[in-house]
């Protein structure tokens, strides 16, 4: 499984850096956040860094009104929404996307436009079918990917998964783009039916030989590992590490909150604010959230030098740099040779966050929203029913996913 960068707002200089350290990788570009011309320069950038570029066209919301993603060329004027499916501005834009956006920045695959719909049902399959048909009738040199933009009720509803799979099978593409709502728009999830009903999905996908990323992600998605997905992107701010709607939306997108900063403790798969790092600092345990020198991290080496950590310059360049190159670590030695070893290295990585997070709250070291002692239980418990669900299949086909 590899780790792509969702690319956000002031992203640039960590992701040419990111993909420096990493000698290449993969970058999902933004229009939401970057004109045309500076989605060029920045691919020649990666490229020189032997990395490679996606273009999220993020038509999540067709009829929104993002001043940013309404000025590039590709975006229509919508009065109706079906009328545009329908009608001959569809296919100017796939061209626009496909023409003047992905081949003009040499993307490595097309992701297709795909919407946010509270409800899976079959005008969604119709319509994101026409958006395929037009992408196939302009014979693509590069694989296709559909976008597959699910509400938090459609990927807890195992109707809607289920309904999704039947469906998909008959769609010719290479693969699909998952981005999924979060319910209650919470950072870690704890509902461990959304889990589960996104790891199935995947699964499903993956068993009729596709290829499969899954969008807008956390640390909590290397449970994604065990259905042997290809990628997962995640980037800095909250925002590109898990989908919301309003942020394609101007007049409703979030407004800004105090930012604050947070070292992630890999081991411990929680994020903790510096003030708590501090009171870890006076109890003499600040050198058991430091990360295991396999991550080989050096972003966050000023905080374990000695000094109390709320008096030390730990910026939010660092914090965002360690937290992305742990997880790139992370991500990338998920996938065991086996399902069962894959399954095993994965629980006893919740179980190590366990006896961590369990021991850093009795002594008053606490991550607040972004503790992973919150979501532990139903992260496991997503865990254990897909193994119970697709553990035989996915064993006995893990060499051919």
């Known amino acids: 499984m590899d780790l792509f960068l969702q690319f956000g707002y002031g992203m640039l200089k960590h992701t ?16 939401r956040d970057l004109k045309l011309d500076q989605m060029k320069n920045i691919q020649i950038k990666i490229f020189n860094n032997s990395g490679n570029v996606l273009l999220d066209p993020q038509f999540y919301l067709p009829r929104g009104d993002h001043k940013n993603l309404m000025e590039h060329d590709y975006w229509p004027d919508l009065n109706n929404t079906d ?60 694989p296709v990917f559909s976008t597959i933009c699910l509400s938090s009720e459609s990927v807890l509803s195992q109707e809607s998964v289920h309904s999704l799979l039947e469906n998909l099978e008959t769609w010719n593409v290479d693969g699909f783009y998952i981005v999924p709502e979060h319910p209650r728009n919470n950072y870690l999830i704890d509902n461990p039916n959304w889990l589960l009903n996104l790891m199935d999905l995947c699964a499903g996908l993956k068993l009729l030989n596709k290829k499969v990323i899954v969008g807008y992600s956390s640390h909590q998605s290397l449970i994604l590992g065990l259905a042997k997905i290809d990628a997962i992107s995640s980037g800095t701010w909250i925002n590109v590490r898990m989908f919301t709607k309003d942020k394609f939306n101007g007049k409703k997108e979030e407004s800004v909150k105090k930012r604050t900063t947070w070292y992630y403790c890999p081991q411990a798969l929680s994020e903790y604010q510096i003030d708590y790092l501090g009171i870890a600092h006076s109890l003499g345990i600040l050198e058991k959230l430091k990360a295991n020198e396999i991550f080989d991290s050096n972003y966050s080496e000023i905080l374990f030098r000695g000094a109390d950590p709320t008096t030390v310059n730990f910026t939010e360049r660092e914090a965002f740099r360690h937290y992305l190159h742990c997880l790139h670590y992370q991500v990338n030695n998920v996938v065991k040779n086996s399902f069962d070893s894959t399954y095993n290295a994965l629980k006893l990585s919740l179980e190590t966050s366990q006896n961590m997070t369990e021991y850093f709250l009795s002594k008053g070291v606490r991550g607040k929203y972004r503790d992973f002692s919150n979501v532990l239980d139903s992260t496991l418990s997503a865990l254990d029913a897909f193994r119970a669900i697709r553990g035989l299949v996915y064993a006995h086909n893990w060499n051919s996913l």
């Open 83 to 142: 009328n545009f499916f329908h009608s001959d501005k569809l296919p100017k834009m796939m061209k626009k996307i496909y023409y003047d956006y992905n081949l003009n920045i040499s993307t490595s695959a097309f992701i297709l436009p795909g919407f946010y719909s509270s409800a899976i049902n079959e005008n969604w399959f119709v319509l994101h079918k026409l958006i395929l048909n037009e992408a196939l009738k302009l014979n693509p040199e590069i």
């Open 16 to 31: 040419e850096e990111l993909i420096n350290k990493w000698n290449g990788g993969t970058v999902i570009l933004s229009p």
